[in-house]
Each structure stands twice: as C-alpha cells, then as structure tokens.
C-alpha cells in the first residue's frame, strides 16, 4: 500500500456545487490492471465525513497503516471501494469543504491510496515536478 497525490492519478480532483452536476463531470481512477471506475459529486457527498468503509477490516488496517499525518490533518472524509477488475482495495481522501461563494461547497481530493503500479500516476508526477522546476527557476 502506498499514499499517492491525488492529481497524480485523477484528471479531476476538485469537485464544487457551483461548478459541477450531481453525476458529472467525473474523476476517472484507473487502476494497473487496466479497469476504470468514475466518481461523481454526489459519490463525495454521500461519503462526506462519514466513516463508513466498503471495505473488509483487514484492508481498512492496511490502508490506516501507511497513511501519514497530513493525510489525517489535510482531509476530513474518505471513500473507497475494490477495483472491479483485479480486487484491489482503493481509498480516496478528501476534504468536504463549505464557503467561498455564497452557499458553495465541495470536495478536494488530495490522496490516493492503493496497491498497483500506476504508470499514469508516474507520468503524472514527472510532469508536476517538471512543472514546478520551470515555474520557480
Ligand atoms: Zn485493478
């Protein structure tokens, strides 16, 4: 198990009542396996600082195992669920936030944790780092 950032395995991590539908635009998480599964707002809202796991005791242990201090300061609620294609155990942790606009809130998901080889959530990262070398030299 290991924690990754976020926007270095989904396309979309921020999810808001002002700028997104109840079922779309979705965040697209593609495990190693090659499966995908789509997450909505209203997967987030319903998962809002709840403490309710899809997945079996020795998992949820596993996963609360490797996560560190900022994921449990950085976020207040979780979600997670088995690739359907090979079984793995995926969470999501995210903050469920209100404010900004009048009568706004929504959802920012900052980690991901799971088990499989994600060659896009590498890529991706190569691209933040090279991002951030550019934008501060
Ligand atoms: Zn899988």
């Known amino acids: ?63 609360e195992n490797v996560i560190n201090d900022m994921v449990r300061t950085e976020t207040n609620s979780f979600l997670d669920f088995y690739c359907p294609g090979c079984k793995r155990p995926v969470r999501f942790y995210y903050l469920s936030w209100a404010g900004g606009r009048h009568g706004e809130y929504g959802y920012r998901i900052k980690y991901v944790v799971d088990n499989t080889k994600n060659w896009k959530a590498i890529l991706n990262l190569l691209k933040i780092i090279i991002r951030k070398i550019f934008r501060f030299s």
């Not at 990754?4 to 495990?31: G, H, M, R």
């Open 1 to 63: 198990m290991k924690v990754n950032l976020a926007e270095s395995i989904l396309d979309k991590v921020d999810f808001s009542n002002y700028d997104d539908w109840e079922i779309y635009p979705e965040a697209q998480y593609t495990c190693g396996c090659g499966e995908s599964v789509f997450f909505n707002f209203r997967h987030f809202r319903k998962h809002s600082r709840s403490e309710f796991s899809n997945l079996r005791h020795e998992d949820v242990l596993e996963i």
